[in-house]
């Protein structure tokens, strides 16, 4: 059952305002005339020749449905996969190598690949002259209505149309993807980094309203140049979604001696929301923002990944579902069932194990009564410095530990909110930093009134 695509960011809004979103949807609460719910694997954040990836988007389609997602949106800066574009030979062979090309005729067939050869300067030149004064050859870039034909399927996988909205502030980076928009959203800007944030939010919602689509936009690597605080998202809050891990080696996913995690960063979020601005917290999700197709160091696919928990594959019911918060993100963990019972305050997890690997769930949160202190970050010379504030261990505290497979948290009523994050013995396969294990990451529960 698909929703009604009217339904806006304003609506969201409201809902938010009364703290009366629906819980997660699971197939025990579908009706025997539909269908159940079941778990989608997708990729939100992902780069091509379009911008700055490193291989042809139609290339990237295959490598992502070869390997079993279920949607993925290609989502290059400031710009759609729409219209003619035309690549040059050298520029493919100098951002993907010598063999990128051969590559995608291969994979694809001449009857597709679409080549022509720029005319020369003015002047014909005379036989021998450069390859230079002869025009350069060049490609053609598919857009994202012939990738569709070729890899759509039903109940097998989409294409969902994104755009990472590049924004800057006094040069720091403020970027956020939008997902299942209908046209091109040019970045807004602001004085600050908040106000940013706030402006494309209502820029996407205005389109949202308009065009009546499910959208959503989501606030990318917050710590890429330390641009976006843990105060910065907690008050604006329109924002319903932030990347709690980015696959990319070089947004600072770790923080470092004086700045937080983003994983950290997210309980920071949250608890201020909660505790002090009485808004809904933020849902965190799992992307590759994947570069680099070719095997070279950088930002690689099949890192990190949402699954979402929906009735349907379609953008509008997979976007419906994460804003009910019924998805969680992974680097390699897959969870069976993820179910927050209201009634007796309890959160389930059924972990799928793999053979020969253990599995240890924290249960993070935050108590009501926890320590408020803060202090502002200062570099060696006493300078505070551009960052998030320094919180007491109290907010996003492991409040129990489990080594079961099916390992259950029961609220004892005085949680802010509760969230899991799963940690497997296995060592993640494509690590985006030292010493990493793969993980999943649930949403937090336990905070509607």
């Known amino acids: 059952m698909k929703l009604n695509a009217t339904r806006t960011f304003a609506l969201v809004a409201a809902l938010v305002a009364s703290w009366c979103l ?5 197939a025990q609460n579908s009706s ?21 990836g490193t291989d042809f988007p139609d290339m990237i389609a295959r490598w992502y449905y070869d390997r079993g997602y279920h949607f ?28 990128c090309l051969p590559k995608y005729v291969d994979a694809f067939g001449d009857s597709w690949v679409e080549f022509r050869q720029t005319a020369p300067p003015a002047g014909d030149p005379e036989k021998g002259a450069s390859a230079k004064t002869q025009g350069t050859r060049q490609v053609r870039l598919k857009t994202l209505n012939e990738i569709r034909t070729r890899f759509e399927q039903p109940d097998r996988f989409i294409m969902i149309e994104g755009e990472e909205i590049s924004d800057s502030v006094a040069g720091l980076p403020v970027h956020m993807n939008a997902t299942n928009l209908s046209q091109l959203l040019p970045p807004v800007g602001g004085s600050t980094v908040r106000e940013a944030i706030d402006n494309n939010l209502r820029a996407a919602a205005a389109q949202a309203e308009k065009s009546g689509r499910e959208m959503m936009v989501h606030l990318n690597h917050p710590n890429f140049g330390w641009a976006v605080t843990a105060e910065d998202i907690a008050w604006t809050t329109r924002e319903q979604f932030i990347e709690i891990y980015n696959a990319h080696p070089a947004v600072n996913h770790l923080g470092d001696d004086k700045r ?13 929301r909660l505790d002090q601005l009485e808004a809904q917290p933020v849902f965190g999700l799992g992307v590759d923002d994947s570069h680099e197709y070719h095997g070279r160091p950088g930002s690689r696919p099949g890192r990190a990944w949402v699954m979402v928990r929906s009735q349907e594959l379609d953008a509008e019911s997979l976007i419906a579902a994460m804003y009910r918060g019924d998805f969680y993100s992974s680097s390699g963990v897959t969870l069976l069932d993820v179910r927050f019972d209201e009634a007796s305050k309890t959160l389930s997890l059924n972990i799928d194990a793999a053979e020969g690997v253990s599995y240890e769930t924290k249960f993070i949160g935050t108590r009501r009564d926890y320590d408020k202190t803060t202090s502002v970050q200062k570099d060696e010379s006493g300078t505070p410095i551009r960052g998030t504030k320094s919180y007491s261990a109290d907010v996003g505290a492991v409040l129990a530990t489990s080594t079961d497979l099916t390992p259950k948290y029961h609220f004892r009523g005085d949680e802010l909110y509760v969230r899991a994050v799963i940690t497997s013995s296995r060592a993640h396969p494509d690590p985006s930093f030292d010493n990493q294990f793969e993980q999943a990451w649930t949403q937090p529960v336990g905070w509607r009134k």
């Open 22 to 26: 629906p819980g997660p949807l699971t």
């Open 32 to 52: 025997e005339n539909e269908p159940s719910a079941r778990w989608w694997k997708g990729n939100l954040h992902t780069h091509s020749f379009w911008s700055d």
């Open 72 to 99: 993925l949106a290609l989502s290059d800066h400031n710009i759609l996969s729409r219209g003619r574009r035309w690549m040059d030979v050298g520029t493919i062979e100098s951002r993907g190598g010598k063999d």
């Open 260 to 272: 937080p995690s983003v994983e950290r960063i997210w309980d920071i979020v949250n608890t201020i």
